[in-house]
């Protein structure tokens, strides 16, 4: 997957069509469409109840995850009470699996939430600030879209080391450049409106003309494709930890099962492919909310 490819549709959806600091009506109309979007709301449920449920943890009374059993390893789902069976070393899956949703989703958020932080206030400078500053901003931005988000993230997490600090910072520089293009793509255009060059025509300063105008339609688009990025953060950081780039033993991560569970796929194939399941419902979870975030604020601003 190629992040170049995404910022040039993404960039289009707009909160304001018309580059205007959208209306208490638009807003509301997002809302009502958002309310009659079934696939969206159901996705929006299945998302809550997994964070819910990753969030207390501790307090579900669920087995040690961390317990090891050499009696009891690769038993079937319902085996003395393991609901989902037990691992190659004779863990509870179950236990493993929410503890692991803990670590995956944490590596799925944390890195989108500073890519956008950084990538979006690059971009904003850049497209506010236009020539030698877009210029030099944007140029360096252009290096990273020289390689695949995937190949990028593991070159990154291979030079660094492994462990879950690094795979956070790789999956933070894979994801700066898409979100800063969007940013600066959007700004540069609202820069040359009409209520802009008012704005300064007024003696407005740069920083409020920013905040005023540039935000409340910049955030838009920024926002819906950084929820998009969320479910690619996801399989990344799960395919570093597969890799052994990523979360180190015997800590519960999602990709970390998926590598030390592959021997068992023979033996016990149901256990084994429990961790991928979680990885794909709530990966594809992220992305048909975020298609029917941008359905939703693709429209004229009321």
């Not at 997994?50 to 669920?62: E, F, M, Q, R």
Request: aromatic share 8%; charged share 15%; net charge positive.
């Amino acid at each position: 997957m190629r992040m170049q490819t995404v910022p040039s549709t993404a960039a289009t959806i707009t909160p304001a069509a018309a580059f205007r600091r959208p209306s208490r009506g638009y807003w509301h109309t997002v809302r009502r469409r958002l309310s009659r979007d079934p696939l969206t709301l159901g996705c929006a449920a299945i998302l809550l109840l997994i964070i819910g449920v990753a969030i207390a943890a501790p307090w579900l009374g669920l087995d040690d995850p961390f317990k090891m059993s050499m009696i009891r390893r690769l038993k079937p789902p319902g085996y003395q009470g393991h609901l989902l069976g037990t691992d190659e070393l004779g863990r509870d899956m179950l236990a493993r699996l929410i503890f692991g949703a803990r670590l995956s989703l944490f590596t799925g958020f944390v890195p989108v939430v500073l890519a956008t932080l950084i990538g979006g206030g690059l971009g904003i400078i850049a497209g506010f600030l236009g020539g030698r500053w877009n210029m030099v901003i944007m140029r360096l931005i252009d290096v990273f879209y020289a390689f695949p988000s995937v190949l990028l993230a593991v070159a990154i997490s291979g030079a660094l080391g492994a462990g879950l600090l690094n795979s956070i910072v790789s999956l933070t520089l894979v994801f700066i450049p898409p979100i800063a293009r969007i940013a600066e793509s959007v700004t540069t255009q609202i820069r040359e409106q009409d209520f802009v060059e008012a704005a300064r025509a007024t003696g407005a300063s740069a920083w409020r003309i920013v905040q005023g105008h540039v935000l409340a339609n910049v955030i838009g688009p920024i926002l819906v494709y950084a929820s998009s990025l969320i479910s690619v953060s996801i399989v990344i950081a799960s395919g570093l930890s597969f890799l052994g780039l990523g979360v180190s033993p015997p800590n519960a991560e999602w990709g970390l099962m998926l590598n030390t569970l592959r021997q068992a796929i023979y033996v016990a194939p149901m256990t084994a492919i429990l961790p991928g399941i979680m990885i794909f419902v709530t990966s594809m979870c992220f992305n048909l909310m975020s298609d029917g975030l941008r359905g939703a604020m693709d429209i004229k601003n009321g």
